[in-house]
């Protein structure tokens, strides 16, 4: 295998080396905010209020599609691998991996590990948990990561996993966190049961209201799960989340309005935790229906508002414009260099000619719940872009329900994404054609070929040219409006000890406050 050189000394042999000297590399992601280093003490009751949560949330772990399933399962269920808040891999459920040509990765898989249920965690039951995510009878958001998978075998404490094809950034795949390692029995899991390896055992839920989890007296991690028990809350209305905060009724809220967070420094009862990544906020068109079949009519509205704006007035400054691109500036390749979209009228008159109109009326659906001042996102759009001859009817659905009734059933709403750690990861969830999460379903026969020749080369410069390109057909040819990256703007009472570090590949320290957080 080539030993390709990457940036900081390190070489593509050198990545394919497992443990916890595995640097992804050179992509560090940012540190996060550096806080006073206090000493972690045991103890409390931690109580989260979270903006999202639904009645129709479930177990399954093919399924989970925002934070709240995401941080409930951080508490219950461990990885193979997990990232750290500076952004390194380390080990997890899996002690090491390694390979010799990237095709072939061997997991050796920790050993001394136990279920809630008292069952030893053994790599059968990894194999399992993987093998959920395959197959065509999958319906896993994570499918498309295992088509490259050929095979998946035990080969005593080893998990051994190969692909049609070189991909030194697997090990980040493994560490999304729809791959949990759950028991398993006749080779299969069950994917609706509560039982995990985690820090804390469920002692009740009902989704969209509340979680009660109580500590794992038996957990592995004896430097993790510092609190007796947590509670998770789901408030839906932002309002509603920051009294909560301000009257000590939980200790914790996400997607702080940045227009609140003055009064809440007033208050002095919380520290404000403001930690940018590659986050962002979309707007997904349905490619399949007209207007939006019509790439000029996408680029029509791509230029109808100002993204600046956005920035300045639903961020408060805390994010920064995206030029339609979901690879953020922490990311390895990123396109610093491409070019810019900038509120501009008459271009998107130009554009809206060339599809044969005039004049164009789109009706789009947002909630707050997609993230925080989305309703309001969309009505400063819908106000520039009368300049340009068209017409956003902003429709405000109601919060509760809306993954389940909005997204990716109208054809053009607000969401958001977190961002992932490298670009394949990111592109395979949500742009390449058929998959799952593709919530505008974008399909681009150049790009999807692209993106599986990028897995395996080795040459630097032509991977980097390989993504840029990736990233500018996302941006000119695609079907989804990104017009910002958003900092993850959290608020905590000051009875909360935080680590120095705070990870930015995930809101709520890449969602394991759960596990990393105490009470100082």
Do not use: C
């Amino acid at each position: 295998m080539t030993n390709t050189k990457f940036p900081h000394g390190m070489t593509r042999r050198g990545l394919l080396k497992s443990g916890m000297a595995m640097t992804a590399a050179g992509l560090i992601l940012p540190a996060g905010m550096a806080r006073a280093q206090a000493e972690p003490k045991r103890g409390g009751v931690f109580r989260i209020g979270l903006g999202h949560g639904s009645t129709t949330d479930s177990y399954d772990p093919g399924l989970w599609e925002q934070l709240y399933v995401q941080t409930f399962a951080a508490a219950r269920v461990n990885y193979l691998i997990e990232i750290a808040a500076d952004g390194n891999l380390v080990p997890e459920l899996a002690e090491s991996w390694e390979s010799a040509d990237g095709m072939t990765w061997v997991f050796k898989i920790r050993e001394g590990v136990s279920f809630h249920s008292g069952k030893p965690m053994t790599p059968d039951d990894v194999l399992a948990s993987l093998n959920f995510h395959r197959g065509d009878a999958s319906t896993s958001a994570v499918k498309p990561f295992f088509d490259p998978v050929t095979d998946i075998k035990v080969d005593g404490q080893n998990v051994v996993v190969t692909l049609n094809a070189a991909n030194a950034d697997f090990p980040y795949l493994m560490s999304d966190y729809h791959l949990p390692v759950l028991p398993s029995a006749e080779g299969k899991i069950d994917p609706n049961t509560s039982d995990g390896t985690g820090g804390y055992i469920v002692e009740s839920y009902e989704p969209g209201v509340q979680a009660t989890m109580n500590r794992n007296p038996n957990y592995w991690k004896a430097d993790r799960a510092h609190f007796d028990q947590i509670i998770m809350l789901t408030i839906l209305d932002p309002a509603a989340r920051l009294n909560a905060l301000m009257t000590g009724e939980v200790d914790l809220i996400d997607q702080v309005d940045p227009a609140s967070i003055a009064l809440l420094e007033s208050r002095g009862v919380s520290k404000i935790l403001s930690v940018s990544g590659n986050a962002h906020y979309v707007f997904p068109m349905d490619a399949r229906a007209a207007p939006f079949s019509d790439n000029h009519v996408r680029l029509a509205l791509k230029y109808a508002f100002d993204r600046q704006e956005l920035v300045d007035k639903i961020l408060a400054g805390h994010g920064s414009v995206s030029n339609d691109n979901p690879i953020g500036p922490a990311n390895r390749y990123f396109y610093a260099e491409m070019e810019a979209k900038t509120y501009d009228p008459d271009k998107a008159k130009f554009h809206l000619k060339e599809a044969g109109m005039d004049k164009l009326e789109v009706t789009l659906s947002a909630a707050n719940a997609a993230f925080s001042g989305a309703v309001d996102a969309a009505v400063l759009m819908s106000e520039k872009a009368a300049a340009a001859g068209i017409t956003i009817n902003v429709d405000r659905v109601p919060d509760d329900g809306y993954w389940d009734n909005v997204w990716m059933k109208k054809p053009f709403a607000a969401s958001y994404w977190g961002g992932r750690p490298v670009e394949d990861q990111m592109f395979t969830t949500a742009y390449t054609s058929g998959a799952e999460w593709n919530e505008s379903f974008w399909s681009n026969e150049a790009f999807d070929k692209l993106l599986v020749a990028a897995r395996s080369e080795l040459d630097d410069a032509k991977r980097r040219e390989m993504y840029q390109e990736m990233q500018r057909l996302v941006s000119f040819e695609g079907s989804t409006i990104i017009p910002m990256y958003n900092n993850y703007v959290m608020a905590v009472a000051n009875s909360v000890g935080t680590p120095e570090k705070i990870s930015a590949n995930w809101n709520l320290d890449g969602f394991r406050a759960v596990e990393r957080w105490w009470f100082s």
